[in-house]
């Protein structure tokens, strides 16, 4: 059985960080939560049609095509997240995946 990264909280509260490795881009609304919440600059938003083709496009209306500001929320400095999982807790759409980092 592999060890977790653990932390302790100032009242000494063990605590294991989940860091951030995915965000749903169908699902992602583009509202900027996360990327307000986060202390890390993790989080980049960009126009859905750069990161998706337009079959993956979950659209049961037919009306992407005339939206040219959809916006779409995506991982831009992974490496600089700290695991709070703020940008989850803030999500409307819980488009955030984690995963707990193993110690070395």
């Given at each position: 059985m592999s060890d977790f990264v653990t932390g302790?909280?100032?009242g000494g509260t063990v605590w294991t960080p989940a860091y951030v490795t995915d965000i749903n881009a169908k699902t992602c609304i583009g509202c900027g939560r996360c990327f307000k919440v986060c202390p890390r600059d993790v989080f980049d938003l960009v126009e859905k049609s750069s990161?998706?083709?337009?079959?993956d496009f979950d659209d049961d209306y037919g009306d992407?095509?005339?939206d040219d500001e959809n916006m779409v929320?995506?991982?831009?400095?992974a490496l600089?997240?700290?695991?709070?999982e703020?940008?989850?807790k803030v999500c409307p759409k819980d488009c955030f995946t984690h995963e707990h980092k193993i110690a070395a």
């Open positions: 302790i909280t100032f990161i998706m083709e337009d079959d992407f095509e005339d929320m995506t991982i831009k400095n600089d997240c700290i695991g709070c703020a940008c989850s």
